[in-house]
């Protein structure tokens, strides 16, 4: 299947420092990126939808100066958490939608990055 | 309001029994069915998936079986293995769209 890369996979900040991530489809194209948060042993919430070349569409509740995203390129998609808090500690998880030929359409995720905030 | 309601919370089933993981939903524009296999510390992986023409999809030991009328569709897993234990999601998509619903998640447990 399609791989999607997420980077780093888990990070430790402190509390008011600034933390991105990268998420970047391999092998495949992607127009849209979705961004999710995940808390320990619960689902997986949609935080934001990232359409490449245009800014991202955020989910009710989701601060969007808080989380920054960036879809800058068809194979890349960034999330910054600014101003880190312990609160913001979680499970981040991106995933992407193939818009080529080959897998159109499927969501593919990423392995995930944890972010501790101290 | 949870657009997809999936059941049992957590499920343990013997090595070589069948695993049987619920879901339901009331929007009818749904037209794409994922389940999601998550094991800790990673990303959900796609495992299966069925759209509402056809009425079960199966792919090697894991089947979906989907009820149109009843708005239900399960994920079936036979012959069970302890490698099988892992966080199982279901999801729904609606025709165009780009987002997923998530079920809440089963956590599944295969005992040898």
């Known amino acids: 299947g399609a791989v999607v890369s997420q980077h780093p996979s888990w990070v430790i900040c402190k509390s008011g420092t600034s933390v991105k991530i990268e998420c970047r489809s391999l092998?495949?194209?992607?127009?849209?990126m979705f961004w999710y948060r995940q808390f320990p042993k619960q689902s997986l919430m949609l935080m934001a939808t990232?359409?490449?070349?245009?800014?991202?569409?955020?989910e009710q509740g989701v601060e969007k100066d808080k989380f920054l995203i960036n879809h800058a390129s068809l194979t890349l998609s960034t999330l910054t958490v600014t101003s880190a808090h312990p609160e913001d500690s979680s499970f981040y998880i991106c995933s992407a939608r193939a818009s080529g030929r080959r897998v159109s359409g499927e969501l593919f995720f990423g392995e995930g990055s944890r972010l501790t905030v101290l | 309001q949870q657009q997809v309601k999936q059941s049992p919370q957590s499920l343990i089933v013997q090595k070589g029994g069948i695993s049987i993981i619920n879901c339901a939903y009331e929007?009818?524009?749904?037209?794409?069915f994922p389940w999601y296999q998550q094991f800790p510390g990673k990303g959900p992986a796609l495992l299966i998936a069925?759209?509402?023409?056809?009425s079960e999809k199966k792919e090697g030991r894991f089947t979906i079986s989907f009820n149109k009328s009843a708005k239900q569709f399960s994920l079936h897993i036979m012959d069970s293995q302890p490698g099988d234990s892992a966080t199982y999601f279901c999801a729904a998509r609606g025709a165009g769209a780009n987002n997923l619903f998530f079920g809440t998640g089963t956590r599944l447990t295969v005992i040898p």
């Open positions: 929007n009818t524009a749904f037209d794409y």
């Open positions: 990232s359409n490449e070349g245009s800014k991202a569409t955020y």
């Open positions: 069925i759209r509402p023409d056809v």
């Open positions: 092998d495949f194209q992607a127009t849209t």
